[in-house]
């Protein structure tokens, strides 16, 4: 029975009603089980341990039923532990060999709720603790109640050594068993006693069954903790859980640093003054400006605590300003692949030759649609410098005029720049017959909050949003920080370092389209969503669709 597992999130939840229970019933089960499996061993059962063999029995028999009165616990689990649990005391007095076979029974149920959830290697090794630490209990009892045993000593040491064994293999699984959680959180210490007290109890047999209780009671609520995050690392973008809600803290590094949050809500570093997080231009979410000092440190996102690391490097200046939210997001894409990479510089440090080879077949295709001219809007990056560059000279190269009101809009430039631009054209076009040749933006500029603020708009990509990998991308992206918008930078960080070679250029066109027009406010039938509506989709609330052939 699983007595603490989160409904939403899967990760332990520390419940204390949940706790105490688990607490109480795992280990009376697992002494009723280790009496009854030995049982057969001896001539005779002591009448006082036969007692109080059978009062732990009704007690997890009572608390299996009131697991699945009051958590979310199998009913027919419960029942079953229910039965076998009163069934071995009174079997073990009567018929001991049938009484063996319920105890095995019962061990084999105890050790699924002991390892509710678990596969592979950490099932195994729940496996060999809980059955090792059922008979060392009976082995005990009988013991201190002066049966004779056959080789208590070979018998015990071989136990303990094989719950010791146990253990610190799950420490190593664990991820906390060389940093500093496996003393500072309860997780960690529940482990280390895990792995400690079966060894003690081998070494002082007078307190084997003391011993021996308080690791299984260990081991017992290492599942119902909460497992501790992962430290973080100075220089890599944190993506944290601050109450069920994440938060990405950018880039890490001493001084100002972006903290990204998917709601409303304050942040400040320790002690210091409280930050409102605020929407930024061309980016989902909100944002804080927040300054950190070096090394480890406090960050407190409304009444939740993160703990921080800054280390003592200095930081990326493009990282916060106007493009730190691109840079932010674009790390988002490799935290939520799984990678820690230092962010060493952001996506408007420089331009790309295949994003300059993309503009420039941009350039080409609207010198074949025999555009005459257009505006081309920039800005002071490097990447935004050099992408002006390329484009004024590839409409050089092809006779297109470059004016401030052209019959193409061509936006290079970085995010906060081009909402601006995007938002200028939107409202140029509804009073008047502006830009009749299109939008067009660069690559990295394909996002909702950027290409959803216009009707239509035009890019030039290397790969489809609508195949398998992009899909994939927005889904887990979406999994982790819900209501993320996806980026391209973005998506290229999370397919990482080893991707296929890029095929040629397409220009696919972004725009907001509603499939079956409803009435203001009217809701879609059954089954007839709107498009972009869901989890997968590139553009919310949209549609990207290729509109030429690969350019060449």
């Not at 603790?129 to 208590?152: C, D, E, I, N, S």
């Not at 840079?327 to 820690?340: E, F, M, S």
Request: charged share 15%; aromatic share 6%.
């Amino acid at each position: 029975m699983d007595h603490g597992s989160h409904p939403v999130t899967g990760s332990a939840g520390l419940d204390l009603a949940a706790l105490i229970v688990r607490l109480v019933l795992l280990p009376a089960t697992a002494f009723v089980a280790g009496i009854g499996l030995l049982r057969p061993q001896v001539e005779t059962l002591p009448r006082r341990l036969g007692q109080v063999t059978a009062a732990l029995g009704a007690l997890s028999a009572v608390l299996a039923v009131v697991s699945a009165a009051a958590f979310d616990v199998n009913v027919v689990g419960a029942v079953v532990h229910a039965l076998l649990v009163l069934a071995v005391p009174v079997l073990t007095t009567r018929r001991p060999p049938a009484g063996r076979w319920a105890a095995i029974g019962l061990l084999v149920l105890l050790i699924l709720e002991t390892a509710l959830g678990r596969s592979g290697v950490e099932f195994a090794v729940d496996t060999v603790y809980v059955a090792g630490t059922a008979v060392w209990f009976g082995l005990a009892a009988l013991a201190l109640a002066r049966v004779r045993t056959p080789r208590l000593g070979p018998l015990s040491w071989t136990l303990g050594g094989g719950l010791a064994l146990a253990a610190a293999v799950q420490l190593v699984l664990s991820g906390v068993a060389f940093d500093r959680r496996v003393y500072e959180t309860l997780f960690g210490v529940a482990l280390l006693a895990a792995l400690v007290l079966p060894i003690a109890a081998t070494a002082a047999r007078r307190f084997a069954v003391i011993g021996v209780a308080a690791a299984f009671l260990a081991w017992s609520a290492v599942v119902a903790l909460p497992k501790p995050a992962e430290l973080p690392v100075p220089g890599v973008p944190l993506l944290a859980d601050a109450g069920g809600a994440p938060v990405l803290v950018s880039p890490q590094r001493p001084g100002v640093n972006l903290v990204h949050l998917s709601a409303p809500g304050s942040v400040r570093a320790g002690d210091g003054t409280s930050v409102e997080a605020v929407p930024r231009p061309g980016a989902s979410g909100y944002w804080a400006e927040v300054e950190l000092p070096a090394g480890r440190s406090e960050l407190v996102v409304g009444d939740r605590v993160v703990e921080v690391d800054t280390g003592t490097s200095a930081g990326v200046p493009t990282a916060a300003g106007p493009d730190g939210p691109e840079c932010a997001t674009t790390a988002l894409g490799g935290l939520v692949a799984g990678r820690k990479d230092v962010l060493t510089s952001c996506p408007a440090d420089e331009l790309s030759e295949e994003d300059a080879d993309a503009l420039r077949k941009l350039v080409g295709f609207l010198a074949d649609r025999k555009t005459q001219s257009i505006t081309v809007v920039d800005d002071t990056t490097p990447r935004g410098t050099a992408a002006g560059r390329v484009v004024r000279e590839a409409a050089a190269a092809d006779r297109i005029a470059v004016r401030p009101e052209g019959a193409a809009l061509v936006v290079v430039s970085g995010w906060a720049r081009a909402a601006a631009a995007l938002d200028g054209a939107a409202a140029a076009q509804r009073e008047q017959p502006a830009y009749p040749f299109g939008l067009y933006v660069a690559p990295w500029l394909l996002t909702g909050p950027l290409v959803n603020s216009v009707a239509s708009s035009t890019v030039p990509l290397r790969f489809d949003p609508r195949e398998r990998a992009a899909v994939s991308y927005a889904v887990a992206l979406d999994n982790a920080f819900p209501g993320e918008a996806a980026t391209v930078t973005g998506f290229r960080q999370w397919l990482g370092p080893e991707q296929p070679a890029a095929p040629r250029v397409q220009l696919f066109a972004s725009a907001q389209v509603n499939a079956m027009p409803m009435l203001p406010g009217q809701p879609h039938a059954p089954g007839m969503d709107s498009p972009g509506a869901g989890p997968g989709f590139f553009v919310p609330q949209g549609t990207v669709v290729p509109v030429s052939f690969p350019l060449g």
